[in-house]
RNA sequence: GGCGACAUGGCCAAGUGGUAAGGCAGGAGCCUGCAAAGCUCUUAUCCCCCAGUUCGAAUCUGGGUGUCGCCUCCA
Protein backbone atom coordinates (compact mmCIF):
# COMPACT_ATOMS: atom_id res chain seq x y z
CA UNK A 1 0.00 0.00 0.00
CA UNK A 2 1.05 3.38 -0.95
CA UNK A 3 0.52 6.41 0.90
CA UNK A 4 1.60 10.11 0.64
CA UNK A 5 4.13 11.67 2.80
CA UNK A 6 3.95 15.49 3.49
CA UNK A 7 7.08 15.38 4.57
CA UNK A 8 8.78 13.84 1.95
CA UNK A 9 6.67 14.85 -0.55
CA UNK A 10 6.47 11.52 -2.26
CA UNK A 11 4.73 8.44 -2.64
CA UNK A 12 5.92 5.88 -0.39
CA UNK A 13 5.26 2.09 0.72
CA UNK A 14 3.84 2.05 3.92
CA UNK A 15 4.90 -0.07 6.62
CA UNK A 16 4.09 -0.01 10.31
CA UNK A 17 6.74 0.26 13.21
CA UNK A 18 5.63 -2.63 14.70
CA UNK A 19 4.03 -5.31 12.54
CA UNK A 20 0.73 -5.19 11.47
CA UNK A 21 -0.03 -2.61 14.31
CA UNK A 22 -1.13 1.24 13.03
CA UNK A 23 -1.03 3.88 15.25
CA UNK A 24 -2.62 6.55 13.97
CA UNK A 25 -3.80 10.42 14.77
CA UNK A 26 -5.76 12.69 13.04
CA UNK A 27 -6.00 16.42 14.40
CA UNK A 28 -9.65 16.68 15.49
CA UNK A 29 -12.27 19.58 16.32
CA UNK A 30 -12.02 22.70 18.35
CA UNK A 31 -14.94 22.35 20.00
CA UNK A 32 -17.14 25.76 19.47
CA UNK A 33 -19.21 25.72 16.59
CA UNK A 34 -20.75 23.91 14.13
CA UNK A 35 -19.01 21.85 11.62
CA UNK A 36 -19.30 22.23 8.32
CA UNK A 37 -18.66 20.60 4.97
CA UNK A 38 -15.00 21.24 4.98
CA UNK A 39 -14.74 19.12 8.08
CA UNK A 40 -16.94 16.57 7.08
CA UNK A 41 -13.70 16.18 4.41
CA UNK A 42 -11.09 15.60 6.35
CA UNK A 43 -12.96 12.94 8.45
CA UNK A 44 -14.69 11.28 6.07
CA UNK A 45 -11.32 11.11 4.27
CA UNK A 46 -9.47 9.73 7.22
CA UNK A 47 -12.55 7.33 8.36
CA UNK A 48 -12.56 5.76 4.88
CA UNK A 49 -8.39 5.24 5.72
CA UNK A 50 -9.23 4.05 8.91
CA UNK A 51 -11.83 1.74 7.54
CA UNK A 52 -9.32 0.42 4.46
CA UNK A 53 -6.61 -0.14 7.09
CA UNK A 54 -8.81 -2.48 9.10
CA UNK A 55 -10.43 -4.22 5.73
CA UNK A 56 -6.55 -4.50 4.70
CA UNK A 57 -5.80 -6.68 7.99
CA UNK A 58 -3.98 -3.98 10.04
CA UNK A 59 -4.40 -3.35 13.92
CA UNK A 60 -5.55 -0.18 13.83
CA UNK A 61 -5.76 2.50 16.69
CA UNK A 62 -7.29 5.76 15.76
CA UNK A 63 -7.07 8.65 17.84
CA UNK A 64 -8.72 11.54 16.95
CA UNK A 65 -8.14 14.32 19.94
CA UNK A 66 -11.05 16.80 21.13
CA UNK A 67 -9.96 20.73 21.65
CA UNK A 68 -11.85 21.97 24.47
CA UNK A 69 -9.22 24.61 25.57
CA UNK A 70 -8.98 27.10 23.32
CA UNK A 71 -9.11 30.94 22.33
CA UNK A 72 -12.29 30.73 20.82
CA UNK A 73 -14.13 28.81 23.07
CA UNK A 74 -13.57 31.62 25.83
CA UNK A 75 -14.32 34.06 23.76
CA UNK A 76 -17.82 32.37 23.23
CA UNK A 77 -18.16 31.19 26.89
CA UNK A 78 -17.75 34.72 27.46
CA UNK A 79 -20.05 36.49 25.41
CA UNK A 80 -22.85 33.76 25.83
CA UNK A 81 -22.54 33.36 29.71
CA UNK A 82 -21.32 30.01 29.99
CA UNK A 83 -18.33 28.25 31.56
CA UNK A 84 -15.49 26.75 29.06
CA UNK A 85 -16.71 23.28 30.02
CA UNK A 86 -20.86 24.14 28.96
CA UNK A 87 -19.24 25.23 25.68
CA UNK A 88 -17.28 22.73 24.62
CA UNK A 89 -19.59 19.91 25.63
CA UNK A 90 -22.28 21.24 23.80
CA UNK A 91 -20.15 21.51 20.62
CA UNK A 92 -18.50 18.04 21.52
CA UNK A 93 -21.90 16.79 21.57
CA UNK A 94 -23.09 18.62 18.58
CA UNK A 95 -19.83 17.11 16.38
CA UNK A 96 -20.31 13.75 17.45
CA UNK A 97 -24.05 13.70 15.71
CA UNK A 98 -22.84 15.18 13.27
CA UNK A 99 -19.75 12.55 12.63
CA UNK A 100 -22.70 9.81 13.39
CA UNK A 101 -25.26 11.34 10.70
CA UNK A 102 -21.87 11.50 8.22
CA UNK A 103 -21.90 7.20 9.14
CA UNK A 104 -18.24 7.84 10.22
CA UNK A 105 -16.89 5.19 12.70
CA UNK A 106 -16.02 6.57 16.33
CA UNK A 107 -12.29 6.95 16.47
CA UNK A 108 -10.92 4.12 18.66
CA UNK A 109 -9.63 7.06 21.24
CA UNK A 110 -11.16 10.54 21.70
CA UNK A 111 -9.06 12.29 24.10
CA UNK A 112 -9.87 15.88 25.60
CA UNK A 113 -6.89 18.55 25.94
CA UNK A 114 -8.38 19.37 29.59
CA UNK A 115 -8.06 15.62 30.53
CA UNK A 116 -4.62 15.55 29.37
CA UNK A 117 -3.06 18.50 30.85
CA UNK A 118 -0.68 16.45 33.20
CA UNK A 119 0.98 15.21 29.77
CA UNK A 120 1.52 18.48 28.70
CA UNK A 121 2.86 20.16 31.50
CA UNK A 122 5.60 17.47 31.99
CA UNK A 123 6.36 17.85 28.20
CA UNK A 124 7.05 21.66 28.62
CA UNK A 125 9.09 21.00 31.62
CA UNK A 126 10.70 18.24 29.97
CA UNK A 127 11.97 21.10 26.79
CA UNK A 128 12.38 23.67 29.46
CA UNK A 129 15.21 21.28 31.11
CA UNK A 130 16.48 20.26 27.38
CA UNK A 131 17.01 23.85 26.80
CA UNK A 132 14.55 24.15 23.80
CA UNK A 133 12.00 26.60 25.47
CA UNK A 134 12.04 29.30 28.12
CA UNK A 135 9.56 30.82 30.69
CA UNK A 136 8.93 34.70 30.36
CA UNK A 137 5.99 36.03 32.64
CA UNK A 138 3.98 33.22 33.42
CA UNK A 139 4.48 31.94 29.29
CA UNK A 140 6.51 29.37 27.93
CA UNK A 141 7.96 29.70 24.72
CA UNK A 142 9.90 27.18 22.28
CA UNK A 143 12.86 28.00 20.77
CA UNK A 144 12.18 27.66 17.18
CA UNK A 145 16.29 27.94 16.30
CA UNK A 146 17.57 25.41 18.61
CA UNK A 147 15.62 22.53 16.21
CA UNK A 148 17.29 22.27 13.13
CA UNK A 149 14.95 20.83 10.93
CA UNK A 150 12.22 23.39 11.42
CA UNK A 151 10.35 24.13 8.35
CA UNK A 152 10.96 21.27 6.65
CA UNK A 153 7.50 19.82 6.62
CA UNK A 154 6.24 22.84 5.59
CA UNK A 155 8.83 23.76 3.14
CA UNK A 156 9.86 26.68 4.39
CA UNK A 157 12.52 28.39 4.25
CA UNK A 158 13.48 29.29 8.11
CA UNK A 159 14.62 33.24 6.87
CA UNK A 160 11.47 33.43 4.87
CA UNK A 161 9.26 32.51 8.22
CA UNK A 162 11.28 34.87 10.15
CA UNK A 163 10.75 37.68 7.82
CA UNK A 164 6.78 36.71 7.83
CA UNK A 165 6.82 36.10 11.59
CA UNK A 166 4.58 38.96 13.46
CA UNK A 167 5.40 40.33 16.51
CA UNK A 168 2.84 40.01 18.77
CA UNK A 169 2.49 43.34 21.35
CA UNK A 170 3.66 42.72 25.06
CA UNK A 171 5.28 39.27 24.48
CA UNK A 172 8.11 39.12 25.86
CA UNK A 173 10.02 36.24 22.95
CA UNK A 174 13.70 36.05 22.43
CA UNK A 175 12.80 35.43 18.46
CA UNK A 176 9.86 36.28 16.72
CA UNK A 177 9.76 32.40 15.23
CA UNK A 178 9.31 31.20 18.78
CA UNK A 179 5.73 30.16 19.25
CA UNK A 180 3.92 29.58 22.76
CA UNK A 181 3.65 25.93 24.56
CA UNK A 182 1.82 27.58 27.70
CA UNK A 183 0.09 30.94 27.93
CA UNK A 184 -0.28 32.74 31.34
CA UNK A 185 -4.47 33.04 31.93
CA UNK A 186 -5.21 33.67 35.33
CA UNK A 187 -8.97 33.84 34.75
CA UNK A 188 -9.46 30.54 32.64
CA UNK A 189 -6.43 28.84 33.52
CA UNK A 190 -5.03 25.93 35.14
CA UNK A 191 -2.56 25.30 37.81
CA UNK A 192 1.14 24.64 36.64
CA UNK A 193 4.92 25.47 37.68
CA UNK A 194 4.93 28.91 35.50
CA UNK A 195 1.81 30.02 37.54
CA UNK A 196 -2.01 29.63 36.26
CA UNK A 197 -2.42 29.34 32.64
CA UNK A 198 -3.53 27.08 29.87
CA UNK A 199 -1.26 24.98 27.23
CA UNK A 200 -1.26 26.18 23.49
CA UNK A 201 -2.61 24.56 20.79
CA UNK A 202 0.33 22.95 19.66
CA UNK A 203 1.28 21.38 22.53
CA UNK A 204 -1.82 19.40 23.06
CA UNK A 205 -1.52 17.52 19.97
CA UNK A 206 2.31 16.15 20.98
CA UNK A 207 1.05 15.54 24.09
CA UNK A 208 -2.22 13.19 23.17
CA UNK A 209 -0.15 11.33 20.57
CA UNK A 210 2.43 10.02 23.01
CA UNK A 211 0.45 9.54 26.21
CA UNK A 212 -1.94 7.41 23.74
CA UNK A 213 -0.13 5.98 21.07
CA UNK A 214 3.39 6.48 21.97
CA UNK A 215 6.13 8.63 21.07
CA UNK A 216 6.98 7.60 17.61
CA UNK A 217 3.44 6.84 15.79
CA UNK A 218 2.91 5.53 12.07
CA UNK A 219 0.63 8.02 10.73
CA UNK A 220 -0.67 11.82 11.71
CA UNK A 221 -3.18 13.28 9.53
CA UNK A 222 -5.27 16.34 9.00
CA UNK A 223 -6.61 19.39 6.88
CA UNK A 224 -3.85 20.99 4.43
CA UNK A 225 -4.18 23.79 6.79
CA UNK A 226 -2.46 22.36 9.69
CA UNK A 227 1.13 21.86 7.86
CA UNK A 228 2.34 25.35 9.03
CA UNK A 229 2.68 25.91 11.59
CA UNK A 230 0.29 23.36 13.71
CA UNK A 231 2.51 20.18 12.30
CA UNK A 232 5.85 21.98 12.47
CA UNK A 233 5.46 23.05 15.45
CA UNK A 234 4.32 19.29 16.84
CA UNK A 235 7.57 17.89 15.39
CA UNK A 236 9.80 20.46 17.03
CA UNK A 237 8.17 19.90 20.33
CA UNK A 238 7.40 15.91 19.89
CA UNK A 239 11.16 15.53 18.21
CA UNK A 240 12.85 17.77 20.86
CA UNK A 241 11.16 16.47 23.88
CA UNK A 242 11.35 12.85 23.25
CA UNK A 243 14.66 12.76 21.53
CA UNK A 244 13.18 10.26 18.19
CA UNK A 245 11.02 10.57 15.05
CA UNK A 246 7.51 11.74 16.17
CA UNK A 247 5.79 10.95 12.80
CA UNK A 248 7.11 8.31 9.60
CA UNK A 249 4.10 9.15 7.78
CA UNK A 250 2.14 12.47 7.85
CA UNK A 251 -1.15 12.70 5.55
CA UNK A 252 -2.80 15.66 4.62
CA UNK A 253 -6.41 16.40 2.91
CA UNK A 254 -7.10 19.41 0.30
CA UNK A 255 -9.60 21.90 1.00
CA UNK A 256 -13.42 21.88 0.07
CA UNK A 257 -13.62 25.22 -1.85
CA UNK A 258 -16.93 27.22 -2.74
CA UNK A 259 -16.82 29.71 -5.95
CA UNK A 260 -12.91 28.62 -6.18
CA UNK A 261 -12.18 29.80 -2.93
CA UNK A 262 -11.62 27.69 0.39
CA UNK A 263 -14.83 27.00 2.81
CA UNK A 264 -13.83 28.09 5.92
CA UNK A 265 -15.11 29.84 9.32
CA UNK A 266 -12.87 33.19 8.89
CA UNK A 267 -14.69 33.35 5.31
CA UNK A 268 -17.90 33.24 6.11
CA UNK A 269 -18.65 30.93 3.06
CA UNK A 270 -19.08 27.42 5.00
CA UNK A 271 -21.70 25.10 4.97
CA UNK A 272 -22.99 23.21 7.81
CA UNK A 273 -22.94 19.39 7.83
CA UNK A 274 -26.65 20.00 9.24
CA UNK A 275 -27.66 21.80 7.10
CA UNK A 276 -25.97 20.09 4.10
CA UNK A 277 -28.36 16.84 5.63
CA UNK A 278 -31.16 18.85 5.08
CA UNK A 279 -30.98 17.77 1.28
CA UNK A 280 -28.85 15.35 0.84
CA UNK A 281 -27.83 11.79 2.69
CA UNK A 282 -25.20 11.11 4.12
CA UNK A 283 -24.40 8.67 0.89
CA UNK A 284 -24.47 11.55 -1.22
CA UNK A 285 -21.92 13.43 0.75
CA UNK A 286 -19.46 10.85 0.65
CA UNK A 287 -19.68 10.10 -2.62
CA UNK A 288 -19.58 13.88 -3.35
CA UNK A 289 -16.20 13.45 -1.32
CA UNK A 290 -14.66 10.35 -2.85
CA UNK A 291 -15.31 11.42 -6.49
CA UNK A 292 -12.16 13.35 -5.57
CA UNK A 293 -8.70 12.51 -5.07
CA UNK A 294 -8.46 13.26 -1.08
CA UNK A 295 -5.46 15.47 -1.92
CA UNK A 296 -7.24 17.85 -4.35
CA UNK A 297 -9.34 20.47 -4.25
CA UNK A 298 -13.38 19.39 -4.27
CA UNK A 299 -15.56 22.86 -5.59
CA UNK A 300 -19.27 22.87 -3.68
CA UNK A 301 -21.96 23.20 -5.90
CA UNK A 302 -25.23 22.47 -5.44
CA UNK A 303 -25.45 21.12 -8.88
CA UNK A 304 -22.18 18.67 -8.40
CA UNK A 305 -24.22 17.44 -5.16
CA UNK A 306 -27.41 16.53 -7.15
CA UNK A 307 -24.91 14.82 -9.84
CA UNK A 308 -23.47 12.98 -6.46
CA UNK A 309 -26.99 12.06 -5.28
CA UNK A 310 -27.71 10.34 -8.88
CA UNK A 311 -24.49 8.41 -8.97
CA UNK A 312 -24.72 7.00 -5.54
CA UNK A 313 -28.07 6.55 -5.88
CA UNK A 314 -27.14 3.76 -9.17
CA UNK A 315 -24.85 2.67 -6.74
CA UNK A 316 -27.24 1.44 -3.97
CA UNK A 317 -30.19 0.57 -6.12
CA UNK A 318 -27.61 -1.88 -7.58
CA UNK A 319 -30.49 -4.79 -7.54
CA UNK A 320 -30.33 -6.87 -4.18
CA UNK A 321 -28.79 -10.47 -3.81
CA UNK A 322 -28.37 -12.05 -1.09
CA UNK A 323 -25.28 -11.71 0.60
CA UNK A 324 -23.38 -14.72 0.58
CA UNK A 325 -21.07 -15.15 3.49
CA UNK A 326 -18.72 -17.47 2.22
CA UNK A 327 -17.43 -16.04 -1.01
CA UNK A 328 -14.04 -15.73 -1.79
CA UNK A 329 -14.50 -12.35 -3.58
CA UNK A 330 -11.13 -11.52 -4.07
CA UNK A 331 -11.46 -13.73 -7.04
CA UNK A 332 -13.83 -11.26 -8.18
CA UNK A 333 -11.98 -8.78 -10.97
CA UNK A 334 -12.96 -5.46 -9.72
CA UNK A 335 -12.08 -6.35 -6.23
CA UNK A 336 -8.56 -6.41 -7.55
CA UNK A 337 -9.00 -3.24 -9.49
CA UNK A 338 -10.68 -2.24 -5.66
CA UNK A 339 -7.83 -2.87 -4.06
CA UNK A 340 -5.43 -1.43 -6.68
CA UNK A 341 -7.00 1.95 -6.71
CA UNK A 342 -6.93 2.01 -3.10
CA UNK A 343 -3.37 0.88 -2.91
CA UNK A 344 -2.78 3.51 -4.43
CA UNK A 345 -2.89 6.31 -2.11
CA UNK A 346 -6.51 6.08 -1.53
CA UNK A 347 -7.15 6.76 -4.91
CA UNK A 348 -11.18 6.57 -4.33
CA UNK A 349 -12.30 7.57 -8.30
CA UNK A 350 -10.69 4.48 -9.42
CA UNK A 351 -12.45 2.47 -6.37
CA UNK A 352 -15.74 3.87 -7.25
CA UNK A 353 -15.24 3.01 -10.58
CA UNK A 354 -14.85 -0.97 -9.66
CA UNK A 355 -18.21 -0.13 -8.10
CA UNK A 356 -20.05 0.78 -10.75
CA UNK A 357 -18.95 -2.12 -12.71
CA UNK A 358 -20.10 -4.78 -10.33
CA UNK A 359 -23.24 -2.61 -9.73
CA UNK A 360 -24.11 -3.42 -13.54
CA UNK A 361 -23.03 -6.78 -13.04
CA UNK A 362 -25.19 -7.42 -10.12
CA UNK A 363 -28.04 -5.41 -12.46
CA UNK A 364 -27.59 -8.62 -14.67
CA UNK A 365 -27.62 -11.04 -12.01
CA UNK A 366 -24.05 -11.81 -12.57
CA UNK A 367 -23.05 -14.36 -9.45
CA UNK A 368 -22.11 -12.96 -6.04
CA UNK A 369 -21.93 -9.59 -7.31
CA UNK A 370 -24.03 -7.97 -4.91
CA UNK A 371 -22.12 -9.20 -2.41
CA UNK A 372 -18.72 -8.25 -3.13
CA UNK A 373 -20.48 -4.48 -4.31
CA UNK A 374 -22.23 -4.72 -0.46
CA UNK A 375 -19.09 -5.64 0.89
CA UNK A 376 -16.36 -2.98 -0.86
CA UNK A 377 -18.70 -0.15 -0.55
CA UNK A 378 -19.01 -0.33 3.24
CA UNK A 379 -15.11 -0.15 3.23
CA UNK A 380 -15.88 2.83 1.76
CA UNK A 381 -18.20 4.04 4.57
CA UNK A 382 -21.64 3.70 2.27
CA UNK A 383 -24.34 2.28 4.08
CA UNK A 384 -27.25 -0.05 1.68
CA UNK A 385 -29.84 1.11 4.68
CA UNK A 386 -32.72 2.40 2.98
CA UNK A 387 -34.12 5.50 4.05
CA UNK A 388 -37.39 4.53 6.28
CA UNK A 389 -40.07 6.26 6.79
CA UNK A 390 -42.06 6.73 10.53
CA UNK A 391 -45.66 5.19 11.12
CA UNK A 392 -46.44 8.92 11.21
CA UNK A 393 -45.00 9.84 8.28
CA UNK A 394 -46.50 6.95 6.43
CA UNK A 395 -49.92 7.68 7.40
CA UNK A 396 -49.91 11.36 6.22
CA UNK A 397 -48.94 10.45 2.86
CA UNK A 398 -51.75 8.08 3.19
CA UNK A 399 -54.15 10.59 4.01
CA UNK A 400 -52.41 13.50 1.68
CA UNK A 401 -53.16 11.00 -1.05
CA UNK A 402 -56.78 10.21 0.30
CA UNK A 403 -57.49 13.98 0.26
CA UNK A 404 -56.39 13.88 -3.28
CA UNK A 405 -58.16 11.42 -4.66
CA UNK A 406 -61.14 11.50 -2.28
CA UNK A 407 -60.41 7.54 -1.18
CA UNK A 408 -59.94 5.95 1.95
CA UNK A 409 -56.99 3.72 1.80
CA UNK A 410 -55.48 2.91 5.49
CA UNK A 411 -52.37 1.82 4.09
CA UNK A 412 -49.69 1.10 1.69
CA UNK A 413 -50.58 -2.23 1.13
CA UNK A 414 -54.15 -1.38 0.10
CA UNK A 415 -53.03 1.24 -2.21
CA UNK A 416 -50.74 -0.98 -3.96
CA UNK A 417 -53.37 -3.58 -3.96
CA UNK A 418 -56.09 -0.75 -5.10
CA UNK A 419 -53.57 -0.05 -8.28
CA UNK A 420 -53.28 -3.69 -9.09
CA UNK A 421 -56.71 -4.06 -9.55
CA UNK A 422 -57.08 -1.59 -11.51
CA UNK A 423 -54.46 -1.90 -14.00
CA UNK A 424 -55.95 -6.07 -14.14
CA UNK A 425 -58.75 -4.06 -15.07
CA UNK A 426 -56.67 -1.47 -17.43
CA UNK A 427 -58.36 1.79 -15.47
CA UNK A 428 -55.07 3.68 -16.26
CA UNK A 429 -56.70 6.55 -15.15
CA UNK A 430 -57.12 5.42 -11.63
CA UNK A 431 -53.58 3.38 -11.72
CA UNK A 432 -51.64 6.60 -13.18
CA UNK A 433 -53.34 8.63 -10.56
CA UNK A 434 -52.32 6.59 -7.38
CA UNK A 435 -48.51 6.60 -9.15
CA UNK A 436 -48.77 10.35 -9.42
CA UNK A 437 -50.15 11.14 -5.85
CA UNK A 438 -48.22 8.90 -4.41
CA UNK A 439 -44.61 10.53 -6.31
CA UNK A 440 -46.11 14.40 -4.83
CA UNK A 441 -45.17 12.84 -1.57
CA UNK A 442 -41.69 11.81 -2.64
CA UNK A 443 -42.64 8.05 -2.71
CA UNK A 444 -42.01 6.22 -6.25
CA UNK A 445 -43.73 3.38 -7.61
CA UNK A 446 -41.91 0.30 -9.48
CA UNK A 447 -43.79 -2.07 -11.33
CA UNK A 448 -41.50 -5.24 -11.13
CA UNK A 449 -41.91 -8.88 -12.68
CA UNK A 450 -42.60 -9.78 -9.32
CA UNK A 451 -45.58 -7.12 -8.28
CA UNK A 452 -45.18 -3.64 -7.27
CA UNK A 453 -42.37 -2.10 -4.46
CA UNK A 454 -42.45 1.12 -3.06
CA UNK A 455 -39.57 3.62 -1.77
CA UNK A 456 -38.57 6.62 -1.30
CA UNK A 457 -37.93 9.34 -3.97
C1' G B 1 7.77 38.34 -2.33
C1' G B 2 8.87 32.88 -0.50
C1' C B 3 6.96 27.84 -0.86
C1' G B 4 3.51 24.31 -2.98
C1' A B 5 -0.49 22.28 -5.95
C1' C B 6 -3.57 22.05 -10.17
C1' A B 7 -5.26 22.76 -15.78
C1' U B 8 -8.51 16.04 -19.50
C1' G B 9 -15.59 15.88 -23.33
C1' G B 10 -21.64 20.02 -21.56
C1' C B 11 -20.38 19.14 -15.92
C1' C B 12 -17.38 16.06 -12.32
C1' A B 13 -13.24 12.89 -12.68
C1' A B 14 -9.32 8.55 -13.46
C1' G B 15 -5.20 7.86 -16.33
C1' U B 16 2.49 9.64 -15.35
C1' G B 17 5.69 6.93 -22.21
C1' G B 18 2.22 2.69 -26.32
C1' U B 19 -2.50 5.39 -28.40
C1' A B 20 -8.41 8.56 -23.58
C1' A B 21 -11.68 4.37 -16.88
C1' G B 22 -16.00 5.71 -14.39
C1' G B 23 -20.21 8.98 -12.80
C1' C B 24 -23.78 12.98 -14.01
C1' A B 25 -26.29 15.30 -18.07
C1' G B 26 -27.82 14.39 -23.46
C1' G B 27 -29.30 11.04 -27.79
C1' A B 28 -31.19 6.09 -29.89
C1' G B 29 -33.16 1.28 -28.89
C1' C B 30 -35.06 -2.83 -25.57
C1' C B 31 -38.29 -3.67 -21.40
C1' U B 32 -43.20 -1.42 -19.61
C1' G B 33 -50.41 -0.39 -20.57
C1' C B 34 -47.59 4.29 -19.98
C1' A B 35 -43.75 5.39 -16.51
C1' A B 36 -39.71 4.66 -12.97
C1' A B 37 -35.63 1.46 -12.35
C1' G B 38 -32.68 -1.63 -15.31
C1' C B 39 -30.24 -3.44 -19.94
C1' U B 40 -27.76 -2.33 -24.92
C1' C B 41 -25.58 1.25 -28.03
C1' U B 42 -23.98 6.33 -28.36
C1' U B 43 -21.35 11.56 -27.11
C1' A B 44 -13.00 13.86 -26.67
C1' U B 45 -8.76 12.06 -33.71
C1' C B 46 -7.83 14.32 -28.49
C1' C B 47 -6.00 15.95 -22.98
C1' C B 48 -4.44 25.06 -21.48
C1' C B 49 -0.56 27.20 -25.18
C1' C B 50 4.47 26.99 -27.50
C1' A B 51 9.05 24.50 -28.23
C1' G B 52 12.00 20.08 -27.33
C1' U B 53 13.30 14.64 -26.16
C1' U B 54 11.37 9.92 -28.31
C1' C B 55 9.82 5.05 -33.23
C1' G B 56 5.86 6.83 -30.06
C1' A B 57 3.73 11.98 -24.96
C1' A B 58 -2.31 13.89 -22.00
C1' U B 59 1.81 11.48 -19.63
C1' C B 60 9.11 13.36 -19.77
C1' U B 61 12.10 18.38 -20.33
C1' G B 62 12.16 23.80 -20.96
C1' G B 63 9.29 28.25 -21.50
C1' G B 64 4.52 30.65 -21.19
C1' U B 65 -0.73 31.48 -19.61
C1' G B 66 -4.51 30.66 -16.05
C1' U B 67 -6.60 28.99 -11.24
C1' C B 68 -6.07 27.78 -6.17
C1' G B 69 -3.64 27.06 -1.40
C1' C B 70 0.07 27.87 2.71
C1' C B 71 3.35 31.69 4.71
C1' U B 72 -1.96 34.53 10.98
C1' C B 73 -6.71 31.18 13.73
C1' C B 74 -8.39 27.50 10.21
C1' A B 75 -10.08 20.49 8.46
Not at 68 to 78: F, G, R
Not at 341 to 347: G, I, Q, R, S
Not at 395 to 400: G, L
Request: one cysteine or more; aromatic letters at 12%; charged letters at 30%.
Amino acid sequence: MKLHNSYTNKVEDFKPIDGNKVKMYVCGPTVYDNAHLGHARCYITWDVLYRYLKFKGFDVTYCRNVTDVDDKILKKAESEGKTPEEVSTYWYQRFTESMNALNNLRPDIEPFATKTLGEMIGMVKDLIAKGYAYETNGDVYFRVKKFPHYGYLSKQPIDALESGARVEVGVQKEDPLDFALWKKDEKFGYKSPWGVGRPGWHIECSAMSRKYLGKTIDIHAGGADLIFPHHENEIAQSECANGCKFVNYWLHNGFVTINKEKMSKSLGNFLTIDDLLKNYDANTIRFFILTNHYRMPVEFSDEALQSAAAGVKRLLNAKPAKIDEGLNIEQFAEYKEFVDAMDDDLNTSRALAALFELTNKANKDIQGAYTVLFKLASVLGFTFEKQKLSEEELKSVINALNSDMGTNYTGMDEVIAARKKAREEKNWAVADAIRVGLDKQGIVLKDGKEGTVWELK
